[in-house]
């Protein structure tokens, strides 16, 4: 049988600890990230009601760390616990930077901060407030714990390494998606957007004059963003891709 007084004063120490790791986490910002009411999430970290056990576990995957998680499952749902140190203790570890960025890139509003944030100008708490409201907020909150943004002593919250690029195919594609969900059609008109899309029907000879012109136009983006007379605080994306209709038409290129 579950001690349940053991149980809410374990939980109520994890909820103190995480709480004072970052003088941003909030109980409104737990209960959004494990999804429980804050009026449940207020009573257990005062120490006034004893949580559901689906509760306790909700709060536990925010506010401890797996190792962590682990010996509170081991202490009050040992055969969970058991389970788990047993078959998977030898698998449990951090995952590592890059898995986790892929994880992240995959959520939203998660992705449209971190490029955002992957630049050299950064962002702000206070951009990030104006783009998306406390649920922005809380994402960055996620993505510092993980270690892949830092929070500068100025304020300006950027990539923990120097630069990123993608390297999978699937993850570029990925990134693409949600590229369209951050087009703003009320730019069109202006500077601050353009699109584009063309069809054709070229030769053979012709086709890798069509990926150099492609791979040029990436050069000169990227050129420009680098270039210190072009440095500001203005964010943009952009996107490219090409592609032939029928893989056949390609196939015989190389015959």
């Given at each position: 049988m579950v001690n349940e007084q053991a149980l809410l004063a374990d939980l109520v120490d994890a909820i103190n600890s995480w709480l004072q790791g970052n003088r941003n986490r909030s109980l409104s910002g737990l209960s959004r990230r494990c999804n429980v009411a804050y009026s449940t999430v207020r009573r257990?970290?005062?120490n006034e009601s004893v949580p559901h056990p689906y509760t306790a576990l909700?709060?536990?995957?925010?506010?401890?760390?797996t190792p962590q998680r682990l010996e509170f499952l081991k202490t009050h749902f040992p055969t969970i616990g058991?389970?788990?140190?047993?078959?998977?203790?030898?698998?449990?570890?951090?995952?590592?930077?890059?898995?986790?960025l892929?994880?992240?890139?995959?959520?939203?509003?998660?992705?449209?901060?971190?490029?955002i944030a992957a630049t050299k100008a950064g962002t702000t708490r206070q951009a990030i407030m104006h783009l998306s409201g406390h649920i922005g907020l809380d994402a960055v909150g996620e993505l510092l714990d993980a270690g892949l943004l830092i929070e500068?002593?100025?304020?300006?919250?950027?990539?923990?390494?120097?630069?990123?690029?993608?390297?999978?195919i699937d993850d570029?594609?990925?990134?693409?998606?949600?590229?369209?969900?951050?087009?703003?059609?009320?730019l069109i008109g202006t500077d601050?957007?353009?699109?584009?899309h063309a069809t054709g029907a070229i030769s053979k000879e012709m086709v890798p004059r069509l990926k150099e012109l492609v791979l040029q136009f990436m050069k000169d983006v990227?050129?420009?963003?680098d270039h210190p007379d072009a440095e500001g605080g203005v964010h943009f994306f952009c996107d490219t891709m090409y592609s032939l209709y029928d893989r056949r038409e390609w196939d015989s290129t190389q015959e």
């Open positions: 257990i970290a005062q909700a709060i536990a995957e925010v506010v401890m760390s058991n389970l788990m140190d047993e078959c998977y203790t030898s698998g449990i570890r951090r995952e590592p930077l890059e898995e986790s892929r994880r992240f890139l995959r959520l939203e509003p998660h992705n449209r901060i971190f490029n500068m002593p100025d304020g300006a919250i950027k990539y923990s390494h120097d630069n990123w690029a993608i390297g999978n570029a594609l990925e990134q693409v998606r949600h590229s369209t969900e951050h087009f703003d059609t009320r601050g957007a353009s699109l584009m990227n050129a420009l963003k």
